[in-house]
């Protein structure tokens, strides 16, 4: 069974772990991943991702989702990486684009695991790849991820 530890560091949104849990399984599944690998995902407001932006990629800014895909998959938990996501971003771009928050913050969990397998938005060509396996993971899981 998939291990998918989350991580609630703040108190804006009220999430539903299951409803997160059968959503990053879900991905996980789509992309044939080993039965015994998880995911870690950690759920903050824009301070301590600002933080986390500076520290491991020097910029000085909050951001929307940072994945750290394991290089080999952690032999301890069986981790292919660990996402931190800001529901501050994923409220402000909702809010801008008329798009729900639970389809924006499932947009950012489903990028984020994508990542921690191996896709990257690097240059165009990888970026349409990337966006167009998220979309239809969008489009195929409608979770209320938050109540």
Known sequence: ????????????LKLDTEKIRELARTVLNSENVDESTGINIMFVRDPLIRKFNLEYFNKDSPTD???????????????????????????????????????ELSRYII??????????????????????????????????IVN
């Open 111 to 144: 990028h984020g695991i994508l990542h921690c397998l191996g896709f990257e938005d690097t240059n165009s060509e990888k970026k349409r790849k990337m966006l167009k396996r998220q979309e239809q993971i969008i489009a195929d899981c409608k979770l209320q």
């Open 65 to 103: 989702v940072i994945s750290f895909p394991d290089v080999e998959i952690d032999k301890v938990n069986n981790s292919a990486g660990d996402i931190i996501i800001s529901v501050d971003r994923a409220l402000e771009f909702s809010s801008e684009n008329s798009i729900g928050i639970n389809e």
């Open 1 to 12: 069974m998939k291990n998918i530890y989350i991580i609630n560091r703040q108190r804006k």
